[in-house]
C-alpha cells in the first residue's frame, strides 16, 4: 500500500503558475505517476503521465506546452508544473500510481483512471480571470 498526498494548489490568476507536488508515502520510484483533474459536473479527465521505467511522459492535448510533469524519487514526490493557467484549468487536481501495469501496457493506457492503483485525495485549483 502506499497512500500519495498532494499539495500545492490555489487560486491563481489567469497567465499565472502553480507548482503541485505528490508526495508517497514510500518510495514509489518504479511506480508509473499520473495526474488528472475534475470540474464540478465533469467526468474526471488525464492530465499527464510519467513512465517510470524510460522517463517517458505523455500529455493531454489541452495542457500540452503549458504543463510539466516530473518526479524526483529521493524525495519520493512527482510534480506538476503549471504555467499560463487558464479559467477551464479550474479543478480538482488528483495524483495517481500504478504499481502493476507493465511498462509497455501502461504505454498505451495512461490515461486512464483504471490503469492506476492509488490514488491522492485531490487539490483545489482555481484560476480566476
Known amino acids: 500500500q502506499v497512500q500519495l498526498v498532494e499539495s500545492g494548489g490555489g487560486l491563481v490568476q489567469a497567465g499565472g503558475s502553480l507548482r503541485l507536488s505528490c508526495t508517497a508515502s514510500r518510495t514509489f520510484s518504479t511506480y508509473h505517476a499520473g495526474w488528472f483533474r475534475q470540474s464540478p459536473g465533469k467526468e474526471r479527465e488525464f492530465v499527464a503521465a510519467?513512465?517510470?521505467?524510460?522517463?517517458?511522459?505523455y500529455y493531454a492535448d489541452s495542457v500540452k506546452g503549458r504543463f510539466t510533469i516530473s518526479r524526483d524519487n529521493a524525495k519520493n514526490t512527482v510534480y506538476l508544473q503549471m504555467v499560463n493557467l487558464k479559467d477551464e484549468d479550474t479543478a480538482v487536481y488528483y495524483c495517481a500510481a500504478s504499481s502493476t501495469m507493465s511498462t509497455s501496457v501502461y504505454r498505451g493506457n495512461y490515461d486512464r483512471m483504471g490503469s492506476y492503483d492509488y490514488w491522492g485525495q485531490g487539490t483545489q485549483v482555481t484560476v480566476s480571470s
Open positions: 510519467h513512465s517510470w521505467r524510460d522517463a517517458s511522459t
